[in-house]
C-alpha cells in the first residue's frame, strides 16, 4: 500500500487553498473551480484552518448568515489534524473513519503544505491495490 507521499506524487489537480480573510462566497468559488469539497486556509505558507462543505452548511446557511459577508475565518475548523506524507493509507482511513473527516492536510516534517487528501483519494487507492492483489492471485492460482 502507497504512502501519501507516492499518493499526492500522483495527483494531477492543483492545490486549492483560500485566505482567511476572504469571504465565504469567494471559498465556495474555488471549490466550484476545482470541484474539491474543502479548502485549505493559508495565512502566507502557514496552515491556519480548513474549510469545508460541512463548515458552509452548519455555520451559514443553518444560521442564517451571508456568504457574502461573511469571512472564513469565522467559520473555518482552526484545531486542523493533519498527517505527514509517511503517514500510509491504512492509518489515514483509520483516522478519517474515527474522526468523520473527508479531508486531511498533510504537512511536511518543517508544517509545510505537502497537500491534501480526500476520502475518495484513499477509497480508489484500497480499491487499485486490491485490483492488484486479486490479479497477483489469480496468476498464481492459473500459473
Same mark, same amino acid.
Given at each position: 500500500? %502507497?504512502?501519501?507521499? /507516492?499518493?499526492?506524487?500522483?495527483k494531477q489537480r492543483p492545490l486549492a487553498v483560500v485566505a482567511p480573510g476572504d469571504t465565504v462566497f469567494?471559498?465556495?468559488?474555488?471549490?466550484?473551480?476545482?470541484?474539491?469539497?474543502?479548502?485549505?486556509?493559508?495565512?502566507?505558507?502557514?496552515?491556519?484552518?480548513?474549510? !469545508?462543505?460541512?463548515?458552509?452548511?452548519? %455555520?451559514?446557511?443553518?444560521?442564517?448568515?451571508?456568504? %457574502?459577508?461573511?469571512?472564513?475565518?469565522?467559520?473555518?475548523? &482552526?484545531? +486542523?489534524?493533519? +498527517?505527514? =506524507? !509517511?503517514?500510509?493509507? &491504512? /492509518?489515514?482511513?483509520?483516522?478519517?473513519?474515527? %474522526?468523520?473527516?473527508?479531508?486531511? =492536510? +498533510?504537512?511536511? &516534517? &518543517?508544517? !509545510?503544505?505537502?497537500?491534501?487528501? *480526500?476520502?475518495?483519494?484513499?477509497?480508489?487507492?484500497?480499491?487499485? !491495490? /486490491?485490483?492488484?492483489?486479486?490479479? /497477483?492471485?489469480?496468476?498464481?492460482? *492459473?500459473?
Amino acid at each position: 500500500m %502507497k504512502t501519501l507521499k /507516492q499518493l499526492l506524487a500522483d495527483k494531477q489537480r492543483p492545490l486549492a487553498v483560500v485566505a482567511p480573510g476572504d469571504t465565504v462566497f469567494h471559498a465556495l468559488s474555488i471549490m466550484a473551480v476545482h470541484d474539491v469539497g474543502a479548502l485549505l486556509v493559508l495565512e502566507g505558507e502557514q496552515l491556519v484552518g480548513i474549510f !469545508s462543505e460541512r463548515d458552509y452548511a452548519r %455555520k451559514i446557511i443553518l444560521q442564517g448568515k451571508s456568504s %457574502k459577508e461573511t469571512l472564513v475565518r469565522e467559520i473555518m475548523s &482552526d484545531r +486542523v489534524i493533519y +498527517v505527514t =506524507p !509517511s503517514t500510509s493509507v &491504512d /492509518q489515514c482511513m483509520a483516522l478519517m473513519t474515527e %474522526k468523520h473527516f473527508r479531508h486531511l =492536510p +498533510v504537512l511536511n &516534517d &518543517d508544517n !509545510s503544505v505537502a497537500g491534501m487528501i *480526500s476520502i475518495g483519494d484513499l477509497v480508489k487507492e484500497t480499491i487499485s !491495490s /486490491q485490483e492488484f492483489l486479486i490479479s /497477483q492471485l489469480e496468476r498464481y492460482i *492459473s500459473g
